[in-house]
């Protein structure tokens, strides 16, 4: 009877934990700040505040009525991952992946940080392994396919297909047109190699007692759907978060009102809207 309970404990131990991480990575990121004491690993800040200000000056100050007011520096939290996949049938890639826990977005590159698009919606649906198969044909081509494509590409049986279209089409990651099937997305950017391409090779540095922004999803749950969408061979050897450093210069317009502009200090680029989630 002890056994059992011991048993029982742990797997509810085990559930619970998995649905705090998954529902309330806000929650973990409390705890961990905690633990470590608010100690976190930043990406490197290769552009301070005041360079920013004063190299695009022109363009934040219209004219002499708008003023500088004091910037401020906040962390943005990333998934670090060093990976291996496969490239072809004779040749692996290994690299580096980040990926925002906020907006739930891989970076495809770091000299612009440019972004996908498509895989937050994935993991707000919790996409399954098998519903990333009929949404990475949608993508190779292009984002639309007839059925009867899709059901040569798959080879799977007609009942199982739909099963997994009608998932799709209910988590609204692909709608229906005609006999055909779209990503319901804008521009979607998900058809790419698992590995973020480094402009300079990524330092981290550790800072204490820093603005830190809280996560959206867990490391756990982009994990998952890393392994769901980049297939069998995709492998992680190790991860970590990490931070990047973000100046938020403001401006004071004529009648009062204030304007915020986001400035990766890794690049030194203006980061989109998209790309904040504040």
Same mark, same amino acid.
């Given at each position: 009877?002890?056994?059992?309970?011991?048993?029982?404990?742990?797997?509810?131990?085990?559930?619970?934990?998995?649905?705090?991480?998954?529902?309330?990575?806000?929650?973990?990121?409390?705890?961990?700040?905690?633990?470590? *004491?608010?100690?976190?690993?930043?990406?490197?800040?290769?552009?301070?505040?005041?360079?920013?200000?004063?190299?695009? *000056?022109?363009?934040?100050?219209? #004219?002499?009525?708008?003023?500088?007011?004091?910037?401020?520096?906040?962390?943005?939290?990333?998934?670090?991952?060093?990976?291996?996949?496969?490239?072809? #049938?004779?040749?692996?890639?290994?690299?580096?992946?980040?990926?925002?826990?906020?907006?739930?977005?891989?970076?495809?590159?770091?000299?612009?940080?440019?972004?996908?698009?498509?895989?937050?919606? =994935?993991?707000?649906?919790?996409?399954?392994?098998?519903?990333?198969?009929?949404?990475?044909?949608?993508? $190779?081509?292009?984002?639309?396919?007839?059925?009867?494509?899709?059901?040569?590409?798959?080879?799977?049986?007609?009942?199982?297909? #739909?099963?997994?279209?009608?998932? =799709?089409?209910?988590?609204?990651?692909?709608?229906?047109?005609?006999?055909?099937?779209?990503?319901?997305?804008?521009?979607?950017?998900?058809?790419?190699?698992?590995?973020?391409?480094? #402009? *300079?090779?990524?330092?981290?540095?550790?800072?204490?007692?820093?603005? $830190?922004?809280?996560?959206?999803?867990?490391?756990? @749950?982009?994990?998952?759907?890393?392994?769901?969408?980049?297939?069998?061979?995709?492998?992680? $050897?190790?991860?970590?978060?990490?931070?990047?450093?973000?100046?938020?210069?403001?401006?004071?317009?004529?009648?009062?009102?204030? @304007?915020?502009?986001?400035?990766?200090?890794?690049?030194?680029?203006?980061?989109?809207?998209? @790309?904040?989630?504040?």
């Amino acid at each position: 009877m002890k056994l059992f309970i011991l048993f029982a404990t742990a797997v509810g131990a085990a559930i619970g934990g998995w649905w705090v991480t998954t529902h309330h990575p806000d929650l973990v990121n409390k705890i961990e700040n905690f633990i470590n *004491k608010g100690e976190l690993h930043t990406l490197e800040i290769r552009f301070g505040a005041q360079e920013l200000m004063e190299a695009h *000056k022109r363009e934040l100050l219209k #004219d002499k009525r708008h003023e500088y007011l004091k910037p401020a520096l906040k962390f943005y939290p990333y998934l670090l991952m060093e990976v291996k996949y496969c490239l072809s #049938d004779r040749l692996t890639g290994e690299g580096v992946i980040l990926w925002d826990l906020r907006d739930g977005e891989m970076v495809i590159q770091t000299k612009d940080w440019e972004k996908t698009h498509g895989f937050g919606d =994935c993991l707000s649906s919790h996409a399954t392994k098998e519903e990333f198969k009929i949404l990475n044909i949608l993508a $190779r081509k292009g984002g639309t396919v007839d059925r009867e494509s899709l059901s040569k590409t798959l080879r799977t049986e007609n009942e199982i297909l #739909d099963s997994l279209i009608d998932s =799709c089409r209910r988590k609204n990651l692909i709608v229906q047109a005609g006999n055909s099937y779209r990503l319901h997305l804008q521009r979607p950017k998900f058809n790419i190699l698992p590995e973020t391409r480094l #402009d *300079k090779k990524l330092v981290t540095q550790p800072v204490k007692r820093a603005a $830190r922004l809280s996560t959206r999803y867990s490391p756990q @749950h982009i994990i998952h759907v890393a392994h769901a969408a980049f297939g069998n061979h995709f492998s992680i $050897r190790k991860k970590s978060i990490v931070y990047l450093p973000v100046h938020s210069i403001v401006v004071k317009n004529p009648d009062g009102s204030i @304007h915020t502009s986001h400035w990766n200090a890794l690049n030194g680029k203006l980061l989109e809207p998209s @790309h904040l989630m504040e």
